[in-house]
């Protein structure tokens, strides 16, 4: 018996919602992503659909959905905007699950990697702006889970950082809609080369997950290599849970030594135990600044002092309950009588 080969439509010219297709930017294993433009205000956008053998699962479809509103909930530079997210019926009912978001011109992270180690002061700059946009997801209640070059893009001249792909996402927290989100102990998700130990072994995770993997993405950006690699999920479940990874070498390929300071901050991030860590990716961001070139950030406001505490109002029934104390009126009385006595004696001397 053949087996049957799905084949997916190329949906160049058709309109989903205001967006018209005009043609086929790439595809994955999941979507496929299209440059459309809006019929109404000619603005340019990509366009994510998801493949229609994947529109049939209920949990992709929902993991598709929940990515567009994380990105758009995070609202940060190094993340790119999101516009729409919806589904539309094709003529034969088929139904086309699609998100909306900015066209980016670049090239991603993983084939900027293809000649080879970047410069250290380019890799260190990316990672910098990937802890950033990490930060801002985390104070949301947005753990990444999926951080690679793959999912790095380096949009324009200027090599602005967006970060992409929430479908991995795991929500901490209610985000706008979204309700709290986790997955099952012993469910594994993400790619295994990018784990952290505990993600690797279908525990449960949380930010420092995603500062691991900047640790591990900063290092194969230095060196060219990722400090774990094995044929079978098995062996490198065994290296990253229980081998020590190697130190960062002295002097990069092109002759560039490798500040301690820096070294100490990768291996930092590849702590087994999450508590060694970096406790949070602004931590991270704030060890990587000096070496990235960028200028440093202003200072940070300080907190704001609590207000006083407020005396809580009372209602007139309330404020009956309460029987005045006769201390007040006790020292008020005795300190009347001596301001009198004191008049009196200023009289009688007087005259």
């Not at 998801?50 to 598709?64: C, I, M, N, P």
């Not at 729409?84 to 991603?108: N, W």
């Not at 950082?161 to 102990?185: C, H, I, N, R, W």
Request: proline letters at 9%.
């Amino acid at each position: 018996m053949s087996e049957q080969v799905s084949v997916e439509l190329d949906l160049t010219g058709a309109s989903l919602g205001p967006w018209k297709l005009e043609h086929l930017l790439g595809e994955g294993a999941m979507a496929r992503v299209y440059q459309a433009r809006h019929e109404q205000d000619g603005r340019v956008a990509a366009v994510k659909v998801l493949r229609a053998e994947h529109s049939k699962d209920a949990e992709l479809v929902q993991r598709f959905v929940r990515e567009a509103r994380a990105i758009a909930a995070v609202q940060h530079e190094n993340i790119p905007l999101a516009y729409d997210v919806g589904e539309h019926r094709a003529p034969d009912g088929t139904a086309v699950t699609y998100q909306v978001m900015e066209r980016l011109e670049g090239k991603l992270l993983s084939d900027a990697c293809d000649a080879g180690p970047l410069p250290l002061q380019r890799a260190v700059r990316i990672c910098l702006k990937v802890a950033r946009a990490l930060h801002a997801a985390h104070q949301i209640g947005v753990v990444h889970r999926d951080i690679k070059p793959e999912n790095v893009f380096l949009h324009g001249q200027d090599e602005a950082v967006k970060v992409l792909d929430f479908g991995m996402a795991k929500l901490t927290k209610q985000v706008g809609e979204m309700p709290k989100s986790g997955t099952m102990e012993g469910v594994v998700l993400g790619t295994p080369e990018y784990m952290a130990p505990e993600q690797a072994l279908g525990r449960p995770v949380d930010l420092r997950a995603d500062v691991y993997a900047v640790g591990l993405m900063l290092y194969e950006l230095l060196t060219g290599a990722r400090p774990f690699s094995g044929d079978t999920f098995g062996k490198l479940l065994v290296q990253i849970t229980s081998r020590p990874v190697e130190p960062l070498p002295q002097t990069l390929r092109d002759g560039t030594a490798v500040p301690p300071a820096l070294a100490e901050a990768v291996m930092k991030c590849l702590a087994k135990n999450p508590d060694d860590r970096f406790p949070s990716a602004e931590a991270l961001a704030d060890a990587l600044q000096p070496f990235s070139g960028e200028p440093a950030p202003p200072p940070r406001p300080a907190a704001p002092a609590p207000p006083p505490a407020l005396t809580p109002r009372l209602s007139f029934t309330e404020l009956e309950a309460i029987k005045p104390s006769r201390t007040p009126l006790i020292v008020a009385a005795v300190a009347g009588a001596a301001l009198l006595v004191a008049i009196l004696w200023a009289v009688a001397t007087k005259f």
